[in-house]
């Protein structure tokens, strides 16, 4: 019986890049990964890897904070000493070679570019010891990176695909690598094994096309799912979105590939997600999380400290002390903060009613709009007490971990936040982005189709 542990989106920062000052500050607070403690929570997880009972170690992708040269050769030093316990493969991605070309160092209020990075193709000799060099089958992309096949037991096969440009600069595959993609699944299946996919970028939407559409899947995505499930892959791992989750797609040919989600590990939940490979092939899998790390020798409760540092990057907005310090934290959370900052004096008073107001009173509010009306009575009733703020964290929450804690649809939390979310679509029918989003909230409080924590593909 094979272990195996899967894990993505370490985004290893070095501390010698800065780690306080204003433009520290602002980018460590608009991000809902960790980036100081990124070294810290890592040798945690490590040690505890390191410790089980796993076989080999996946890493789907996003191994460096920006590809900065000093945070990789920090981060390899923690894989070999990995290594020495447990087998490590492992997938790069686009952050891995800076592909924003903005790497970024902090001083005070100064932030700095600067920075040694390394390129796409010095990527494969780099890392070479962590999946390429003892592959059965290496593909070079046209930037330099490679795809790679590992032989895991007798009748277990990784395929490690680096999906960081098609031939249109997008995420996805050439023809030629997909052609190499489908005869290593062909040949897997005549040699009798079980294949397993890794890459970075999801092949389908989790949650809902609102939450992990565009850019956070592959492009053509359907097409590339059809056409990896249709070969006879199976199962998927994937990273880039930080989020836990599972779900699946089925081709036009009748042919389904199952995708596991894995969140990133620096940030909330710090999710390590086992996998057991069945006898009859089928995989188990069992999300654990870390309990604890050390910074500076104090130990930190890993889950309390990555939820405030979750939860802050919504309530940093909410907090903006005056019309500057909004517009730059909405900028440092890549939106357009000098646009929108006129609108502060009219958000401020907002932000204070979701810091204070509770369910009985949003329900008056709506009452005095002649919406209470598709607001479940009961349910408010029931929930009266709780804070806005805490309906909006938790939610927040659920969406990073998979709905760790989900709720039936007969419960009142749950009726009350979805008749709240169905006003819109109620009073514009026809607008389909709304009927998405109901159907994602659903998939937030239940959960969705998959276990998200414990389930069997």
């Not at 956070?216 to 979105?241: I, N, P, Q």
């Not at 646009?339 to 009985?360: E, G, S, W």
Request: net charge negative; with cysteine.
């Amino acid at each position: 019986m094979l272990k195996l542990t899967f894990i993505a989106d370490t985004h290893h920062y070095s501390k010698t890049l800065g780690t306080s000052g204003r433009a520290y500050s602002l980018r460590s607070g608009s991000d809902q990964k960790c980036l100081a403690e990124t070294g810290d929570i890592l040798d945690a997880a490590f040690e505890k890897i390191a410790s089980s009972d796993t076989d080999a170690v996946m890493i789907a992708g996003d191994v460096s904070n920006d590809g900065e040269m000093v945070s990789h050769l920090e981060l390899r030093e923690k894989l070999y000493k990995l290594r020495e316990k447990k087998r490590v493969c492992l997938i790069t991605a686009t952050h891995d070679w800076c592909c924003d070309e903005n790497p970024r160092r902090f001083d005070g209020d100064t932030v700095t570019h600067d920075v040694e990075v390394i390129a796409s193709n010095e990527l494969p000799e780099f890392y070479k010891d962590f999946g390429p060099a003892d592959a059965i089958s290496v593909f070079t992309t046209h930037i330099g990176t490679c795809s790679y096949v590992s032989q895991l037991s007798d009748n277990v096969r990784l395929l490690a695909l680096n999906d960081d440009k098609n031939e249109n600069h997008h995420a996805g595959f050439t023809e030629e690598h997909f052609q190499w993609i489908e005869k290593q699944i062909k040949k897997a299946n005549d040699d009798g094994c079980l294949i397993i996919g890794m890459e970075h970028h999801l092949l389908m939407p989790h949650i809902s096309s609102l939450i992990t559409g565009g850019g956070t899947c592959v492009a053509d995505r359907e097409y590339v799912a059809s056409r990896l499930a249709d070969a006879g892959l199976k199962y998927m791992f994937v990273g880039h979105s930080h989020l836990q989750s599972t779900t699946d797609f089925t081709s036009e040919k009748g042919n389904t590939i199952k995708e596991v989600n894995v969140g990133s590990l620096v940030g909330y939940p710090a999710p390590i997600v086992n996998v057991t490979v069945n006898d009859d092939m089928t995989l188990s899998y069992e999300v654990d999380h870390l309990e604890k790390f050390y910074v500076n020798g104090r130990e930190i409760d890993a889950q309390e400290y990555l939820r405030l540092h979750a939860v802050d990057l919504l309530h940093r907005v909410f907090n903006s002390p005056n019309k500057k310090e909004f517009a730059d934290r909405i900028t440092a959370l890549q939106g357009n903060g000098e646009k929108i900052a006129f609108l502060f004096p009219f958000l401020k008073r907002i932000f204070k009613n979701i810091k204070t107001d509770t369910v009985k009173d949003i329900y008056k509010r709506l009452k005095r709009l002649g919406l209470a009306k598709y607001v479940d009575r009961s349910a408010v009733r029931a929930c009266g007490d709780i804070r806005l703020i805490t309906i909006i964290d938790n939610v927040w929450l659920s969406v990073l971990d998979g709905s760790r804690k989900n709720y039936q649809r007969d419960s009142d939390y749950y009726r009350l936040i979805m008749s709240v979310v169905s006003i819109p679509a109620k009073i514009f029918k026809n607008n389909n982005d709304l009927k998405k989003l109901i159907e994602a909230m659903d998939v937030i409080l239940t959960g969705g189709k998959y276990n998200n924590q414990k389930d069997i593909l």
